[in-house]
Every structure is written in structure tokens, then in C-alpha cells.
């Protein structure tokens, strides 16, 4: 059984979004505030989080932000009140792994639910072949989700390894924006690609010896970029 994790500081909201998961199997825990969700979402080991942005004593911003800073690599679905762009392109850039904006539909909310988890169990059961890559002074370990630079540890979010772990596997492929947004976030119809670009940007700062002129995460001019396997 599935446990998910509902941030939500509306009382109704919260009350019908627990009745309804639980009808649908899952075990339920309820915060109905960031300070709590966060203590929540550290100790009762969710394997999802419904989390609203706008909540007392701890916005859902900062909860995602200390969350994946501490390593937590748990599921996020935000929810948004407001359905604004520029809500989710942060939260997003803070590790969320998908949206719902409200008012919503039970239906869908369920179906971003069951996707989250579905995405997250074949990561969990796909850790056996290419999870590891080396090139430069870097080493990459997929499983551990560890990175170093020359010995050193490299900070780095989820969704930048997930995004080198697509590329790299691809090696030599253009992988257009769209099909990262698809493959990486899980959304068809993401209003803009600049998470992609931000994230391309933040690994390439990370990992290349030059930014400037990258010899791995390459961008192909108005395509999308692709892994070059180019050495020396």
C-alpha cells in the first residue's frame, strides 16, 4: 500500500482529498501546515507528497526547497492556487515533479498520482544496468544519486540527475525540450521550456570543465541538445 503525504491548510481541501485517497486504497498522512508537513514528510516516509503552495509557518516552496536540500527525493505534487505560470516554473526549478492547479478534478489529481508513483517504482526497480558514468574528472552514481568532481561531492537536485541519466543514456541522440519535459517531468503540455534550459544550464556549471564551450551536454541550435561522447 501507497502512503501519501497531504500538505494542505485548507480544512474542506484537505478533509475530501484524505477521504477520497483512502477510498482508493492508499494509507494517508494530513498537515495542515508547512512546519508539520516537513516533519511529516522527513519521519513518516511517504512515498508521495500532495503539498499547496501557500500555507502558514512554512510555504510549500520552502518545504520542497528543504526537502530535496536535505536528499529527500520523495515525490512532490504541488498544488496551485492560482494556476499562474510563474508558480509552477518555481516550484518545478525547487524539485516539485508535477502540478495540479485548483480548482481541480478528482479524476486527474488521481491519475498525476498514480503516474508519480508508477514513474517512481520503475526508477526504484530499474537500478541495475548504466547506473554508472564517468567522463572528465566526473563520476556519476545513479542509484546513490551521488556525484564527484575530482573527488569532491558535487550538490546536485533530482531532476538534474534524471535529466544527465536521460541524456547520457541517449549518447549522441538530440533529445528535443518537449521530450525531456515528457520523459523527466511526466507533462505533455508544459507551458514553457525554460526548467529544461535552467536545469541544462545548472549541470553544465556543475560538470563541464568549460560552461562556455561544453564538450558533453551539447546544444543543438534549434532542436534540443543531445550527450556528445567527445574525449581529451
Not at 503525504?5 to 494542505?8: A, G, M, T, V, Y
Given at each position: 500500500m501507497s502512503r501519501v503525504?497531504?500538505?494542505?491548510d485548507e480544512p474542506a481541501i484537505l478533509r475530501g482529498l484524505a477521504d477520497i485517497l483512502r477510498f482508493e486504497s492508499y494509507d494517508v498522512l494530513t498537515a495542515g501546515d508547512g512546519e508539520t508537513g516537513l516533519e511529516l514528510l522527513r519521519k513518516g516516509e511517504p512515498d508521495?507528497?500532495?503539498?499547496?503552495?501557500?500555507?502558514?509557518?512554512?510555504?510549500?516552496y520552502e518545504v520542497c526547497r528543504r526537502a530535496r536540500s536535505?536528499?529527500?527525493?520523495?515525490?512532490i505534487l504541488m498544488l496551485t492556487?492560482?494556476?499562474?505560470?510563474?508558480?509552477?516554473?518555481?516550484g518545478l526549478d525547487l524539485g516539485a515533479d508535477d502540478y495540479v492547479s485548483k480548482p481541480f478534478s478528482l479524476p486527474e489529481l488521481l491519475a498525476r498520482v498514480r503516474a508519480l508513483l508508477r514513474r517512481s517504482q520503475v526508477a526504484a526497480e530499474g537500478k541495475s544496468a548504466g547506473e554508472l558514468l564517468a567522463f572528465d574528472d566526473v563520476e556519476i552514481d545513479f542509484a546513490k544519486y551521488e556525484a564527484?568532481?575530482?573527488?569532491?561531492?558535487v550538490e546536485m537536485t533530482r531532476k538534474e540527475f534524471e535529466v544527465l541519466r536521460y541524456l547520457s543514456g541517449h549518447p549522441e541522440r538530440v533529445i528535443t525540450r518537449e521530450e525531456l519535459l515528457e520523459r523527466i517531468w511526466g507533462l505533455e503540455n508544459y507551458p514553457t521550456t525554460r526548467t529544461v534550459d535552467n536545469?541544462?544550464?545548472?549541470?553544465?556549471?556543475?560538470?563541464e570543465r568549460d560552461p562556455r564551450h561544453p564538450r558533453h551536454i551539447v546544444t543543438v541550435h534549434g532542436v534540443g541538445y543531445k550527450w556528445s561522447l567527445e574525449e581529451g
Open positions: 503525504l497531504i500538505i494542505e508521495l507528497v500532495i503539498l499547496d503552495l501557500m500555507l502558514p509557518k512554512m510555504s510549500g536535505s536528499g529527500l527525493l520523495t515525490p492556487a492560482r494556476g499562474e505560470e510563474m508558480d509552477r516554473v518555481a564527484r568532481r575530482a573527488g569532491a561531492k536545469h541544462i544550464l545548472s549541470l553544465r556549471t556543475k560538470l
